[in-house]
């Protein structure tokens, strides 16, 4: 797997960079070589933020802690990108290598994940009027949800903003 360190206010050192690699390869395991992973180390209001996306035949896989510090975002990241891999494991076996995952030989996990059924129980169908970035700020706010999704009057694009954790706003255009 290759790895691809970002520091972003934050360096991260040779220790911190070979304790990161060596749990990293752990997961080798459920990837082949063409896997990459991205590890951004930041430093943001005195909290130590890691997020580690690792990408594989069209698959993602994206962890995110926030924590006291590195050496311990990365003992909390990495069991939470293993129960990603499973979950896709379990309802797209063709896509991964040709192994079979032994639940008693997890990398980072005790046990196997709890399956969730999810389904759609409700629908909804609305217009797309073209409104600004800042209008949909304000109608997000108004409605009080956790995300909008709004055709962009200056792109023509279709928009969809919505709350990050650190109680900011992020914005994601969609092309088609």
């Known amino acids: 797997m290759k790895i691809i360190f970002v520091e972003n206010n934050y360096d991260i050192g040779a220790k911190l960079k070979e304790i990161i690699e060596k749990k990293l390869s752990r997961l080798d395991r459920y990837f082949g070589e063409d896997a990459t992973a991205r590890v951004v180390c930041k430093l943001e209001n005195k909290t130590y933020k890691l997020e580690v996306t690792i990408t594989n035949k069209g698959l993602i896989y994206r962890a995110e802690v926030i924590g006291e510090n590195m050496y311990e975002n990365i003992d909390f990241a990495l069991p939470k990108i293993e129960r990603q891999i499973i979950k896709q494991y379990e309802k797209r076996r063709d896509k991964f290598r040709n192994f079979v995952i032994d639940y008693a030989d997890l990398a980072f996990l005790d ?7 999810r389904e759609i129980i409700k629908k909804k169908v609305f217009e797309l009027d073209p409104i600004t970035v800042e209008d949909a700020k304000d109608f997000m ?34 092309k088609y």
């Open 111 to 117: 046990k196997k994940p709890e399956e969730i059924n």
């Open 141 to 174: 706010e108004a409605v009080d949800h956790d995300f909008y999704v709004f055709l962009n009057a200056e792109t023509g694009k279709i928009n969809i903003l919505y709350n990050r954790g650190d109680n900011k706003l992020g914005l994601i255009e969609c």
